[in-house]
């Protein structure tokens, strides 16, 4: 019987601008083999239109996929409940094998880790799974790297959280940058807009980024 896999990974974990993505791509074995051979990798390691060409395909090919996205309001209101980013994926990954798991088939679920600890972490997914009588979950760090069912979910979380950027940027403007802390231009659109009520959808007031830059725009009109 040809196997099952469903490889699980997170796009947009830090950014202080924009939806974190999850996404999970289920593939048989022939498939993943056939992925590997066209270039399916981490999707770290491509450019933005060779990943936008090849999550075409992975959606043309794959037996299932499927894209969960949380936005900063959402984060921040788990946040506020001591919900922290961690146990936000889990509570993601758990929903993606929940729709995804079809219960008669056996499925072997590779999902890249966010969790320093990797078993801790895989029994909080486990304890809000349906169905887990089919499966075999594990966890791994770099599975984004070491398997291409998780590099296919990487593709698929990246683009579609590089489509929600697009949207923002449409509304906001380029200068928003790629959202991410360490991109100097997101940095000074924080500084610049960080007080502004037309923007207080896109930030993660959560993030100790926001705050900081916050308390400095405070700071500054005390001057």
């Given at each position: ?25 289920l ?36 037996v ?7 936005s ?16 936000l994926?889990a509570?993601?990954?758990s929903?993606i094998?929940?729709e995804?798991n ?5 499925i ?14 895989r ?14 979950i ?5 599975a984004?790297v ?17 489509k ?7 509304i ?10 360490s991109d100097?231009?997101t940095?000074k ?23 900081r ?7 500054k009109k005390?001057?």
């Amino acid at each position: 019987m040809t196997q099952l896999i469903l490889g699980i990974d997170d796009a947009g974990r830090g950014p202080v601008i924009g939806p974190m993505v999850l996404a999970g791509c289920l593939v048989d074995e022939e498939t993943e083999k056939e992925f590997k051979r066209i270039g399916i990798k981490d999707s770290k390691q491509l450019t933005q239109k060779r990943r936008e060409f090849l999550e075409k395909i992975i959606k043309e090919k794959a037996v299932a996929f499927k894209v969960e996205s949380m936005s900063p309001h959402e984060i921040d209101s788990k946040n506020a409940d001591g919900v922290n980013l961690n146990e936000l994926e889990a509570i993601m990954a758990s929903k993606i094998i929940n729709e995804i798991n079809p219960g008669s088939k056996k499925i072997k679920v590779i999902i890249d880790c966010p969790s320093p600890n990797r078993i801790k972490w895989r029994d909080s997914v486990q304890t809000m799974i349906k169905n887990l009588s089919n499966l075999e979950i594990v966890c791994e760090h770099k599975a984004d790297v070491n398997h291409t069912s998780v590099s296919a979910a990487s593709i698929l979380a990246k683009t579609e959280r590089e489509k929600e950027m697009d949207k923002l940027k449409s509304i906001y403007g380029k200068d928003i940058g790629s959202g991410y802390t360490s991109d100097p231009v997101t940095k000074k659109f924080l500084e610049k807009h960080v007080k502004n009520p037309k923007h207080k959808e896109i930030f993660r007031k959560s993030w100790k980024t926001w705050k900081r830059a916050n308390q400095d725009s405070a700071q500054k009109k005390l001057v």
